[in-house]
């Protein structure tokens, strides 16, 4: 089983940072890539920012020069900093990540999210 632990959420002004964090653990053999999804109120989720195994991400469009996501391949624990936010990124912020458990089997996985308010 594999699970992913998400912290570092909360409220923030406009134009104030944060930093998620979220640890994959279990029993995993390998991890392809961990990323992180978002979702506000009436809205469908969306993807923020990916890291792939190697190294290479994806970021969406409007997160592109604000936010840069990390990943540290010793803990299995990825990480979001987000600067210069915006009320717009409000939403519920989700973790995943695509495994290799122990028994070969490929898993994706997903976070419980943290919430992200940004106040105007």
């Known amino acids: 089983q594999v699970q992913l632990v998400e912290s570092g959420g909360g409220l923030v002004q406009a134009g104030g940072s944060l930093r998620l964090s979220c640890a994959a653990s279990?029993?995993?053999?390998?991890?392809?890539?961990m990323g992180w999804y978002r979702q506000a109120p009436g809205k469908q989720r969306e993807s923020v920012a990916i890291?792939?195994?190697?190294?290479?991400?994806n970021l969406a469009d409007a997160v592109k020069g604000r936010f840069t996501i990390s990943r540290d391949n010793a803990t299995n624990t990825v990480y979001l900093q987000m600067n210069s936010l915006k009320p717009e990124d409000t939403a519920n912020y989700y973790c995943?990540?695509?495994?290799?458990?122990?028994?070969?089997?490929?898993?994706?996985?997903w976070g419980q999210g943290t919430l992200v308010t940004v106040s105007s």
């Open positions: 995943n990540a695509n495994v290799w458990d122990s028994k070969f089997t490929y898993l994706e996985v």
């Open positions: 279990g029993s995993i053999f390998s991890i392809y890539k």
């Open positions: 890291i792939f195994n190697g190294g290479n991400t």
